[in-house]
């Protein structure tokens, strides 16, 4: 069973920088594609950012390109959203999730794995 663990989250003021980690168990981490999602209470998972099995590529969602970039390090099975300038309205609970099925990279329901979240709250 794949094991995704989040961390990084907590209390920052608007416009600081924070880095959220998602380190990655049981498997080949380097075979998989990673995306980070956020949702907040009562909506729906809404897609961040996405990356290829070998960085390679990338993807992000218009409301956060140019603010949030993804990265991984296979050697140490893990998978980073850097988030810079962040708003208050950045403030939910952030995940990542693996075992991409191979279409809609931006529905939650194309992938088998997910981590438990971290919550990110921006005080203004």
């Known amino acids: 069973q794949v094991q995704l663990v989040e961390s990084g989250g907590g209390l920052v003021q608007a416009g600081a920088s924070l880095r959220l980690s998602c380190a990655y168990s049981?498997?080949?981490?380097?075979?998989?594609?990673m995306a980070w999602f956020r949702q907040a209470p009562g909506m729906e998972r809404e897609f961040l950012a996405f990356?290829?099995?070998?960085?390679?590529?990338?993807f992000y969602a218009d409301s956060v390109q140019g603010r949030f970039t993804i990265s991984r390090d296979n050697t140490k099975n893990t998978v980073h959203l850097q988030m810079s300038d962040l708003k208050p309205e950045d403030t939910v609970v952030y995940y990542c999730a693996t075992g991409f099925r191979g279409s809609g990279r931006a529905n939650p329901t194309s992938y088998d794995y997910w981590g438990q979240g971290t919550q990110v709250t921006v005080s203004s």
């Open positions: 049981r498997g080949t981490f380097s075979r998989y594609a």
């Open positions: 990356i290829t099995w070998n960085g390679g590529t990338t």
